[in-house]
């Protein structure tokens, strides 16, 4: 039952035709990446690259390219954990299969970790150094090679032990900047992440904070590590749920443990002050985050297995691989969204707007029902819920209407869910920010790292307006403002001039914007204007103009509106919400392909070439 190693699953993937070995030469600078994003995209079989230049281990991409894939993987585990989650929601549940319920305490047992003696560990069968391994370079101005599937092993130091243990996804730099070659590796990790815990309980007490970094063994430890679970849940007990079997734990005398099984492991520690540059990085918004101060750890020792894979993934505008790791975690989750959020009946992060810029969410309105007007209420309640709530917190514009008023509204299609709002919203009512406060770590259209705003818009009650389906006629525009398109119903988006504004403050071109329609009003069927760069880009595509509109604005300081007016502290507009989405020249420099990388790669994917019929 489900898959103890790598090697495991590599080769069950190969016996059902699901993974295919690339065996011509190829760079891990930029290469490698490429093909691997290419073949996602393409909907392709997982990948192992036999012959990388420089590089003596196999690399595994597109593991979890696909979430048909994905589900194959953990085919012998879902349907209990389906169960279980079903249990959390409604204990009842089980009575209707009381022999399926009997599984339920062996399933269980599954999430204690198994200690080993080191011996037995087949993780610490040799020894090598940071410069021996893959140095995977997935964009042109990343900082150096990166891994990008690490599993971050740390124990809390107020109480070590595998009950305070956390295992988490965060950023590795191998290699760049000021590292000591072979000696230190960077460590990002974002805000709201376990780890943060750990590190500061090691700061309070001035020590050092020992981290294992695990690369590769089952695939449900690499699941596990992205895995959000309430704060003080190990990471490992899930692992071992979803691998069907107790994960094995190692670790060498008076040292951390480390999972017995892994591929790779790289145990060091973390000063408590000390930082260093870290990045740039190609991200999974679709830009760069930039160089900045970030931990790192002091390696003492480098171990593998005698016949180590490195798994890889890399990472980009969305759709990319990671978008199979969301899409999978949801249907773990999904219905345990009313059991912590009451009146929350679903809530989902756009993938194609990068995820944290763009949370939607169908509530509920109960709160006066004796009462003929309908406004938002309750969903205001089960919004501050929302963002108090993991990784939901990192949300920055959080979209949320009213179940009772399309009760067959679907959460995933974000059109169909924008176009009710709009339909619905009143402009001077229903928009609540938070100026100041925490958003993504890898956003850069707020005013500082970590530093920016949100934007809650709740709508309830009956149609206010009808959209328009084709851009009117009648629209005006000022001198200097060109290439109006409709993107959705409701929606027009406007090309203008180059936005040169500073951190946090507004465009007074687009104030004066404002006020020209506020003299020659738009109408009523274009209740929203998007400012962008290039608006046949954006027009193009659902993910486009979500990906642009929501990954390149600040509600704080890129809203502004037509007949904008403040009552007491609340603003909010008579007319159009016009939000400015231009790039800023304070952005991070979106994502852009090497062309001498792409002319090789499709020349390998020619009729007759090793690479043909991959994408």
């Given at each position: 039952m489900g898959y103890h190693t790598l090697q495991q699953c590599v080769q069950d993937l190969e016996r059902h035709g699901m993974l295919r070995r690339i065996n011509c030469p190829l760079s891990a600078h930029l290469e490698v990446g490429?093909?691997?994003?290419?073949?996602?995209?393409?909907?392709?079989?997982?990948?192992?690259?036999?012959?990388?230049?420089?590089?003596?281990?196999?690399?595994l991409g597109n593991l979890f390219g696909t979430l048909e894939r994905t589900r194959f993987l953990f085919r012998d585990t879902l349907q209990t954990i389906e169960r279980m989650v079903a249990a959390k929601v409604n204990p009842f549940s089980l009575l209707k299969e009381p022999l399926a319920a009997l599984l339920l305490p062996a399933a269980a047992l599954h999430l204690l970790p198994k200690r080993i003696s080191a011996s037995r560990a087949p993780v610490f069968a040799c020894r090598t150094t940071l410069a021996a391994l893959p140095r995977l370079t997935s964009w042109p101005m990343d900082g150096g090679p990166f891994i990008t599937l690490p599993q971050v092993y740390s124990e809390s130091p107020l109480k070590p032990g595998f009950g305070t243990?956390?295992?988490?996804?965060?950023?590795?730099?191998?290699?760049?900047?000021?590292?000591?070659?072979?000696?230190?590796?960077?460590?990002?990790?974002?805000?709201?992440?376990?780890?943060?815990?750990?590190?500061?309980?090691?700061?309070?007490?001035?020590?050092?904070?020992?981290?294992?970094?695990?690369?590769?063994?089952?695939?449900?430890?690499?699941?596990?590590?992205?895995?959000?679970?309430?704060?003080?849940?190990?990471?490992?007990?899930f692992a071992g749920l979803l691998a069907g079997h107790r994960i094995?734990?190692?670790?060498?005398?008076?040292?951390?443990?480390?999972?017995?099984?892994?591929?790779?492991?790289?145990?060091?520690?973390?000063?408590?002050?000390?930082?260093?540059?870290?990045?740039?990085?190609?991200?999974?918004?679709?830009?760069?985050?930039?160089?900045?101060?970030?931990?790192?750890?002091?390696?003492?020792?480098?171990?593998?297995?005698?016949?180590?894979?490195?798994?890889?993934?890399?990472v980009g505008r969305p759709p990319q691989e990671d978008t199979s790791f969301g899409t999978f975690?949801?249907?773990?989750?999904?219905?345990?969204?009313?059991?912590?959020?009451?009146?929350?009946?679903?809530?989902?992060?756009?993938?194609?707007?990068?995820?944290?810029?763009?949370?939607?969410?169908?509530?509920?309105?109960?709160?006066?029902?004796?009462?003929?007007?309908?406004?938002?209420?309750?969903?205001?309640?089960?919004?501050?819920?929302?963002?108090?709530?993991?990784?939901l917190s990192l949300a920055k514009y959080l979209l949320i209407v009213a179940g009772e008023d399309n009760p067959g509204l679907d959460i995933h299609d974000a059109g169909a869910v924008l176009g009710h709002l709009l339909e619905r919203v009143d402009w001077q009512r229903d928009l609540h920010f938070q100026t100041s406060t925490t958003i993504d770590t890898l956003d850069y259209s707020g005013v500082g790292l970590n530093r920016g705003s949100k934007l809650v818009i709740a709508a309830a009650g009956p149609v206010r307006r009808s959209l328009d389906t084709e851009l009117?006629?009648?629209?005006?525009?000022?001198?200097?403002?060109?290439?109006?398109?409709?993107?959705?119903?409701?929606?027009?988006?406007?090309?203008?001039?180059?936005?040169?504004?500073?951190?946090g403050s507004h465009d007074p071109a687009v104030d004066e914007l404002c006020r020209f329609w506020a003299q020659v009003p738009l109408p009523q069927g274009l209740p929203l204007v998007v400012l962008v760069d290039d608006s046949g880009f954006c027009a193009r595509s659902l993910a486009n103009f979500l990906w642009v509109t929501f990954t390149r604005s600040n509600p704080a300081s890129d809203l502004y509106?037509?007949?904008?007016?403040?009552?007491?502290?609340?603003?909010?507009c008579r007319g159009s919400l016009v939000i400015d989405a231009r790039c800023k020249p304070f952005h991070a420099p979106p994502l852009e392909q090497d062309p001498a990388v792409v002319q090789r790669i499709e020349a390998l994917a020619a009729h007759g070439g090793p690479l043909a019929g991959l994408f």
């Open positions: 490429e093909i691997q994003r290419r073949v996602y995209q393409a909907g392709g079989p997982a990948l192992l690259f036999t012959n990388v230049a420089d590089c003596r281990f196999p690399l243990s956390n295992l988490g996804m965060y950023r590795v730099q191998l290699a760049g900047n000021r590292y000591q070659p072979d000696r230190q590796v960077g460590l990002h990790y974002q805000i709201h992440r376990g780890i943060g815990v750990h590190h500061s309980e090691a700061i309070a007490r001035g020590e050092r904070l020992r981290v294992n970094i695990f690369v590769g063994g089952a695939p449900a430890m690499t699941v596990a590590a992205v895995m959000p679970l309430p704060e003080g849940m190990p990471e490992l007990s094995e734990m190692a670790a060498l005398h008076g040292q951390l443990l480390v999972a017995a099984q892994a591929d790779f492991c790289i145990a060091g520690s973390i000063d408590p002050h000390a930082t260093l540059p870290e990045g740039p990085f190609g991200d999974h918004l679709g830009y760069y985050s930039l160089c900045h101060e970030f931990p790192f750890v002091e390696v003492e020792a480098v171990y593998h297995r005698q016949d180590a894979i490195w798994p890889f993934t890399t975690i949801h249907e773990l989750t999904g219905e345990l969204i009313p059991s912590v959020l009451p009146g929350v009946r679903a809530v989902h992060a756009v993938d194609c707007a990068g995820v944290h810029p763009l949370l939607l969410a169908i509530g509920s309105e109960r709160y006066t029902p004796w009462d003929g007007v309908r406004q938002p209420m309750e969903l205001l309640t089960q919004a501050n819920a929302i963002l108090g709530q993991g990784q009117p006629v009648e629209v005006q525009l000022p001198s200097g403002w060109v290439e109006p398109r409709l993107a959705l119903p409701g929606v027009m988006v406007l090309q203008g001039p180059l936005a040169s504004q500073e951190r509106g037509v007949a904008a007016e403040r009552q007491a502290q609340h603003w909010g």
